[in-house]
């Protein structure tokens, strides 16, 4: 069975700009997260998707948004880039809702590069 | 969230047995404590994961006490490749929250 899949892997973007990454989870998965990660500041929970519909979200700020699709693929989407947001862009998908007996399986990350 | 707390990081040496502690409140009642593990540049990979008591797979124990404010993730026989970021995660009462994680330096 496929893993977690994130594209792009790679991503260089300018500030002002706006970017929108996706993920698709294993397959029968409906449940996908999305974490921030930065050096200093570890993982950071940004928001939980199931069946289309937002369970939860992190402490971040409205410029950090994001969608579930049918087939549970999942996009987020960052718009007016800062320089803060750098980092690896983690997305996990998992049989339900977040922990629980429902464990939570990575993709490999996009890394964001805002200049 | 649900805040947790590890040590930033730990050395040992090959063969030895490792303990990582993570302490946790705010845990909610139904929810189970999972352990990653992080290489550089790579998504982290599940350890493994539990509720209450002892629980053991091929690669790791995790210890949870009866108030489940703390686990400890035990690996026995350490080797190089171990060395790696841990994190373990918790549900809080607002959603899903990683601790900073321990960095495990393994020597020879």
Redesign the interface.
């Known amino acids: 069975k496929a893993g977690?899949t994130q594209t792009p892997r790679y991503l260089i973007k300018t500030r002002g700009q706006q970017v929108t990454l996706s993920c698709s989870p294993i397959s029968g998965h409906r449940s996908v997260?999305w974490?921030q990660q930065t050096p200093g500041q570890?993982?950071?929970?940004l928001f939980?998707y199931f069946s289309e519909t937002q369970r939860?979200?992190?402490?971040f700020p409205g410029r950090f948004s994001g969608r579930q699709f049918s087939n549970s693929r999942s996009e987020m989407n960052v718009s007016t880039l800062e320089l803060g947001d750098s980092a690896?862009y983690?997305c996990?998908s998992s049989l339900g809702l977040?922990?629980?007996?429902n464990?939570?399986?990575?993709?490999?990350?996009t890394?964001l590069t805002v200049l | 969230?649900a805040k947790t707390t590890q040590p930033i990081s730990m050395d040992s040496y090959e063969g030895q047995e490792v303990n990582i502690t993570c302490s946790h409140n705010n845990i909610a009642t139904?929810?189970?404590?999972?352990w990653?593990q992080q290489f550089p540049?790579?998504?982290?990979?599940?350890i493994i994961?539990g509720y209450k008591t002892k629980v053991t797979n091929e690669v790791a124990s995790l210890f949870i006490p009866a108030d489940r404010k703390s686990s400890t993730l035990s690996l026995p026989r350490v080797s190089l490749s171990d060395t790696a970021v841990y994190?373990c995660?918790?549900?809080g009462a607002?959603?899903?929250?990683?601790?900073?994680?321990t960095h495990l330096i393994i020597q020879p």
């Open positions: 977690v997260s974490y570890g993982l950071q929970f939980e939860n979200k992190g402490n690896l983690l996990a977040g922990t629980g007996e464990t939570q399986y990575f993709g490999p990350g890394r | 969230l139904n929810d189970y404590i999972t990653y540049s790579q998504g982290p990979r599940f994961q994190y995660l918790v549900r607002d959603g899903l929250t990683f601790g900073k994680g």
